[in-house]
Structures are given as C-alpha cells and as structure tokens.
C-alpha cells in the first residue's frame, strides 16, 4: 500500500494512532534514516525539549525514586561495547567519524572496550548516537 500524505496529513494520521502504534511508526522512519539524519533528529529533541537523551535513558530506567547528584564531567570516552550484528555499518561510521583507514575502523569495531577516544559531552553525544544507528553497543565514560 503506497499513500502519500502531505504534512498535515500525515500529522492527523500519525496523532490517530494509540501510543503502540505510534512508536512503531517512529521505529520504521527513523531505520530509513541515514547516521547523520538520526543525529541531527536526537539533537532537534533533546534541544526542543531541553532534555539530555543519557538522563532521560538513565531515569526511565531507573526504578528508585531518589535521584542522584552526578557531577558534571568535561570530557567523555566514547567506547564500543559491541559492533553488533550490522558490523560493516559500524565499520563505516567509525571509518568517517575518526577519519581513518578502513583497516584501522575494523580493528576498532572487532575489539571489544575499544575506545575510540576523548570529546566534549556534545561530541560524544553525537559519535555515540551514530554509532548506536549504524548498530553497535556504545557507552561513554
């Protein structure tokens, strides 16, 4: 089934649907969009809502009422977990992020707790949430 909606359109559609259905659409739009697309996406969220995307993860996972004081921390590592199953995308992301040779972005994404090195908290941010689309575990430290 092919429907075209313009905007409006598609907002009265998207707004009909219950909150399930609403984050499956989300879901599917946002795994047609390219690593830098879905950056662009998080950053445009996190700004319109002033939300950090790390504490809003941290808090709605965690089941404790009290919240802790976390200093505020200037520089963080950005480490690959895992590359996952999409390894070549990961290979990829990491090949543009850092600027490297191919050679050099597959020994990152093949070692486990790599760490790809030291940014701002935006920077990291942004690496971490290309990295996480193109389908690696990644945390920072």
């Known amino acids: 089934m092919n429907v075209q909606l313009n905007k409006d359109g598609f907002i009265k559609a998207f707004l ?5 259905d609403r984050i ?6 946002s795994a047609e969009l390219t690593n830098s ?3 662009n996406v998080v950053n445009a969220l996190a ?12 808090s709605s996972s965690d089941s404790s009422s009290t919240q802790e004081v ?7 590592s ?22 490297c040779s191919l050679g050099d972005a597959k020994a990152k994404a093949e ?20 990295l ?3 389908g690696a575990k990644v945390v920072l430290k």
């Open 111 to 130: 070692e486990a707790g790599a760490s790809l090195g030291e940014f701002d908290k935006a920077k990291a941010d942004e690496i971490a949430a290309a």
């Open 132 to 134: 996480t689309s193109a």
């Open 24 to 29: 499956d659409v989300m879901v599917s739009i």
């Open 78 to 99: 950005v480490i690959i977990e895992s590359a996952g199953s999409q390894k070549v995308q990961v290979i990829k992301a990491i090949k543009e992020i850092l600027k």
């Open 37 to 39: 697309e879905t950056v």
């Open 16 to 20: 009909g649907l219950n909150s399930e």
């Open 70 to 76: 976390v200093e505020e921390k200037s520089s963080f």
């Open 47 to 58: 700004e319109k809502y002033g939300v950090n995307p790390d504490i809003a993860a941290s």
